[in-house]
T-cell receptor, first 112, second 111 residues
Framework: AQSVAQPEDQVNVAEGNPLTVKCTYSVSGNPYLFWYVQYPNRGLQFLLKYITGDNLVKGSYGFEAEFNKSQTSFHLKKPSALVSDSALYFCAVKIVGDKLSFGAGTTVTVRA | NAGVTQTPKFRVLKTGQSMTLLCAQDMNHEYMYWYRQDPGMGLRLIHYSVGEGTTAKGEVPDGYNVSRLKKQNFLLGLESAAPSQTSVYFC??????????FGPGTRLTVL
């Protein structure tokens, strides 16, 4: 089955430090991968996507993600985290029928 | 553009009552989706539509029905609500299966 996994329920970092949110995928063929962010009591906001091309994808709010085919990973990164980056982050993969399969989510807390 | 809007924002039902959630999008998107979000389970697809007049089952369709009579609207119905349907419901739309854009959500409590 095509799916993604987010191995960490929570990530805690200090403001100004690098932030990494992990995602691994299991798909046949070339994956279409997405990252979304959800702030409290809000809907999901699209951050970035990988379809093909450069393995490093740049997105909104200074986030980027690195596609690694050999490790089947698509980790989300930000060089210098802000307190305002505290939110719930979801990785997703496009599956048959133009649907998305989401990971369980990772709660990011950035402390001042 | 308002993007994707959902009505209502909050609702409390008693077991056995019925209700309809409305999703509207003004981006002329072909595809629309209904998800539910429960703690620790991510988002699970309930039903989706690939165009006006079409609907299809997702991962967790039982207890829900949908209709897409107009391209811009996607309705989610609960005929006889159960406590297990207490959740946050999100609607999303996309242009032919590309990036999905989400509404703000409806928080439903079934007592």
């Amino acid at each position: 089955a095509q799916s993604v996994a987010q191995p960490e329920d929570q990530v805690n970092v200090a403001e100004g430090n690098p932030l990494t949110v992990k995602c691994t995928y299991s798909v046949s063929g070339n994956p279409y991968l997405f990252w979304y962010v959800q702030y409290p009591n809000r809907g999901l906001q699209f951050l970035l996507k990988y379809i093909t091309g450069d393995n490093l994808v740049k997105g909104s709010y200074g986030f980027e993600a690195e596609f690694n085919k050999s490790q089947t990973s698509f980790h989300l990164k930000k060089p210098s985290a802000l307190v305002s980056d505290s939110a719930l982050y979801f990785c997703a993969v496009k599956i048959v029928g133009d649907k998305l399969s989401f990971g369980a989510g990772t709660t990011v807390t950035v402390r001042a | 553009n308002a993007g994707v809007t959902q009505t209502p924002k909050f609702r409390v039902l008693k077991t056995g009552q019925s209700m309809t959630l409305l999703c509207a999008q003004d981006m002329n998107h072909e595809y629309m989706y209904w998800y539910r979000q429960d703690p620790g389970m991510g988002l699970r697809l309930i039903h989706y539509s690939v165009g006006e007049g079409t609907t299809a089952k997702g991962e967790v369709p039982d207890g829900y029905n949908v209709s897409r009579l107009k391209k811009q609207n996607f309705l989610l119905g609960l005929e006889s609500a159960a406590p297990s349907q207490t959740s946050v419901y999100f609607c999303a739309s996309s242009y032919r299966g590309d990036t999905q854009y989400f509404g703000p959500g409806t928080r439903l409590t079934v007592l």
